[in-house]
């Protein structure tokens, strides 16, 4: 079976055929960095990610680009709010950005292109849609005309009236209809700001992605991605304003991924159970949090909670050992006999079961199904009597393939001596503060490297198990 996405353009499952052979142009909303990533932004990082895997695991010559939102309401708010300039706010949370996501086994966009670094484009393109009757200009703000665009809420599948009926005209807006938005806002003193056509000003969020996805892959991409509260009104937004502009389609295929909830409910600020990559990883290996946001189908919500994540850290780890006794058995290298074609077969046969779950919209949770399966034939083996260095080799290898699909790695690294002196040292500050949480879980991660502690009045020693 070829790969099929669920298109939300179409709300079906489609074939994947990209508009160029064996090339896929794939653009995924980033983040606006006026801080740290939350695990909503981490969900659809890791997602795509994976995604992006798949399709070169697939054969695929992935052209993968991912925008910062550098300037924007909030990106303001925080400059003022801690007396620093803009640039400065978004270059420090663009840095831990990238700490985070390498953190999580995402690799980098091939492009990252920034709205600072792109307003010539951005005007450029505004202008057109001014000069082809798609939007106008009102005392420096330019405005989109939504009802110009005869296919307004087709991604959304809403009707012009349906959201004609929720939208409203703010307090110091001058757009000639609610249902317009901005695509160029006048500077109000202060604030940053670049000269345009209709006076200083920036541009509005919607047109930084429509301008930047045109430019780095065309005017067609195949994959537009990101999360489900983006499909409306952003990206329908981006379409209006790219289909206007070049009279083709915008995209292929659409994909959203779920909502995350936290502790079943809403992640939100109002509800105060915001939380924060750079938190989690502090207690946690981030490889547990991609495999527990990978544990769940990517369009479906996924609820976080401290022991759902412990439960995937324990579910991680069976996978883990069963990968360990295969590097066991090898090393031990005791009555191995020759290849056994009928176990290389069944290896095989659930290297093919994962991409057919895989082919079907990317449906990792089913994936990871296969690979529980393929650990414990793994461990049924190890109890024969006589056991193959090919068959092991076969293992360790899909193993290896397959967790590299899903940006997980099953083989236990081992920590070099400072490294372990180190940790030592985290585990007693950490007992000396009384946060022994922290001291159990550092105590928990030496043992998982078979590292064994035995704290004396002498102070705490270690040897390798």
Known sequence: MSIQIHNTLTRKKEPFIPLEDKKVKMYVCGPTVYNYIHIGNARPAIVYDTVRRYL?????????????????????????????????????FIKAYFEDIEALGCKKADIHPRVTENIDVIIEFIDTLIKKGYAYEVDGDVYYKTRSFEGYGKLSHQSIDELRAGARIQVGEKKQDALDFALWKAAKEGEISWDSPWGKGRPGWHIECSAMARKYLGDTIDIHAGGQDLTFPHHENEIAQSEALTGKPFAKYWMHNGYININNEKMSKSLGNFVLVHDIVKKHDPQVLRFFMLSVHYRHPINYSEELLESTKNALERLKTSYANLQHRLKASTNLTDHNQEWLNKIEGYRQDFIREMNDDFNTANGISVLFELAKQANYYLEEKNTSEEVIHSFLRTFDELGGVLGVSFA??????????????????????????????????????????????????????
């Open 56 to 92: 070169e695991f697939s054969g695929y010559d992935v052209q993968y680009v991912s925008n910062f939102t550098d300037v924007d309401d909030k990106l303001i708010k925080a400059a003022k709010d801690l007396g620093e300039d803009v640039p400065a706010i978004a270059e420090r």
């Open 412 to 465: 236990q690294t081992e920590l070099l001596d400072e490294e372990i002196e180190e940790l030592i040292k985290k585990r007693n500050q950490a007992r000396k503060e009384r946060n022994f949480a922290l001291a159990d879980q550092i105590r928990d991660q030496l043992k998982e490297m078979n590292i064994i502690l035995e704290d004396t009045p002498q102070g705490t020693r270690w040897k390798r198990g």
